[in-house]
């Protein structure tokens, strides 16, 4: 069996959906932008130093984000210069599809946390992954995700004392 981020020689000769020169200049540019918003809202609060009182409340942040825009340039103009990265394929179609069967269900395991709460939601998302993508027996992966989320509530809600998201079965329960 072959590992999931190895292409297949079907994918290898699968025509280029994204380069890693586009990739490289939109996550610059992404970057770009927040940094100047990061920037802009620094000044809004002020990023000097305060005498006899420490840094302003856009200290930290703005010169942080100085150098991620720094950084973030530095990067644009390398991508916009090198023609090398033009030709190397960053994914396919395939490898799209491959990346949103875990990027959809991810996305759906968030919002479910809001309706039938974070233990719950956690247990179905485990014994998913592992049966259809480890191809775990349901058993053994209705074993390991039951055990996690009950580790999971007793170290958050009862040991640790911090409450996340419950739902209706937590509620039955009385938490």
């Known amino acids: 069996m072959s590992d999931i981020t190895e292409p297949t020689p079907e994918e290898r000769d699968e025509p280029a959906l994204v380069s890693m020169r586009t990739a490289d200049i939109v996550v610059a540019c ?20 305060k005498p006899n009182e420490g840094p302003a409340p856009g200290y930290f942040p703005f010169y942080i984000a ?3 825009a720094i950084a973030s340039a530095i990067n644009l103009a390398r991508a916009v210069i090198s023609k090398s990265e033009a030709d190397e394929t960053l994914t396919t179609r395939t490898g799209v599809f491959r990346m949103s069967a875990i990027f959809v269900p991810a996305v759906i395991y968030v919002l479910a946390t809001s309706y ?5 939601a956690s247990a179905i ?3 998913a992954f592992m049966y259809f993508f480890g191809k775990f027996a349901i058993w053994k992966a209705l074993a390991v995700a039951l055990t996690i989320s009950f580790v999971s509530f007793m170290m958050f809600e009862v ?17």
């Open 66 to 68: 100085v150098a991620m």
């Open 116 to 120: 039938i709460g974070i233990y719950v």
């Open 125 to 127: 998302y485990i014994a």
């Open 159 to 175: 040991w640790f004392l911090v409450p996340l998201p419950k739902g209706p079965v937590e509620a039955a329960f009385g938490f």
């Open 30 to 49: 992404l970057f770009l932008v927040a940094s100047a918003i990061v920037i802009s809202d620094s000044i809004r609060l002020g990023f000097h130093w």
